[in-house]
């Protein structure tokens, strides 16, 4: 499987069991999600044994941590709850990734929370905070990285993010930039 095919697996069980519900009935398509929440226990709890196992030891521990590097195997363990980080650590792991690029830009960002829903909220800081750009810094940079390290959260709320002012049409304005005229504007 490539990263994205993982990341559509969610949406294409669902996309069936709804073709199901149409085609089939109800009764086949409740059928059909009870053997695919029956299927996900079953694997769950065969993954969270191996899990066990391998915190018995140091090297297991070491071997879960590089398991959990990988996209697939992040995504079961995120799944079943049985990831060996937290959601928050792996945020702040994702953040550290984006502050060289934040502080270029002589900015950061900062972690509100996460509740019970889900919803992780940032607050922008130093000229990010209320810069037009920062929408972009924002959807680009930081969701980007903070969706891949915790898949589970429900929506990435960021504050001090202004809009793009916009023109005609929905379309942003372009920035415009003064220039002097080297030769006085009488005299051309």
């Given at each position: 499987?490539?990263?994205?095919?993982?990341?559509?697996?969610?949406?294409?069980?669902?996309?069936?069991?709804?073709?199901?519900?149409?085609?089939?009935?109800?009764?086949?398509?409740?059928?059909?999600?009870d053997l695919v929440h029956t299927l996900l226990e079953f694997y769950g709890a065969g993954l969270t044994t191996i899990v066990s196992v391998l915190r018995e030891d140091v090297a297991g521990e070491v071997l879960l941590e590089r398991l959990a590097g990988d996209d697939h195997?992040?995504?079961?363990?995120?799944?079943?709850?049985?990831?060996?980080?937290?959601?928050?650590?792996?945020?702040?792991?994702?953040?550290?990734?984006?502050?060289?690029?934040?502080?270029?830009?002589?900015?950061?960002?900062?972690?509100?929370?996460?509740?019970?829903?889900?919803?992780?909220?940032?607050?922008?800081?130093?000229?990010?905070?209320?810069?037009?750009?920062?929408?972009?810094?924002?959807?680009?940079?930081?969701?980007?990285?903070?969706?891949?390290?915790?898949?589970?959260?429900?929506?990435?709320?960021?504050?001090?993010?202004?809009?793009?002012?916009?023109?005609?049409?929905?379309?942003?304005?372009?920035?415009?930039?003064?220039?002097?005229?080297?030769?006085?504007?009488?005299?051309?």
């Amino acid at each position: 499987m490539t990263d994205r095919d993982i990341g559509q697996v969610g949406e294409r069980i669902e996309q069936l069991l709804g073709e199901l519900a149409a085609e089939a009935g109800s009764t086949v398509a409740d059928r059909a999600e009870d053997l695919v929440h029956t299927l996900l226990e079953f694997y769950g709890a065969g993954l969270t044994t191996i899990v066990s196992v391998l915190r018995e030891d140091v090297a297991g521990e070491v071997l879960l941590e590089r398991l959990a590097g990988d996209d697939h195997v992040r995504g079961l363990l995120v799944l079943h709850d049985l990831h060996p980080k937290s959601t928050l650590d792996r945020v702040t792991e994702a953040l550290d990734e984006v502050r060289p690029y934040l502080g270029s830009h002589s900015g950061d960002v900062d972690i509100v929370g996460i509740d019970t829903e889900g919803v992780l909220r940032l607050q922008l800081q130093g000229t990010c905070d209320g810069c037009p750009s920062s929408t972009v810094t924002a959807k680009m940079a930081i969701e980007r990285v903070v969706r891949e390290a915790a898949p589970e959260l429900t929506d990435v709320v960021v504050a001090g993010v202004v809009p793009e002012p916009t023109g005609p049409g929905g379309r942003p304005l372009l920035p415009l930039e003064t220039i002097e005229c080297p030769v006085p504007v009488e005299q051309a």
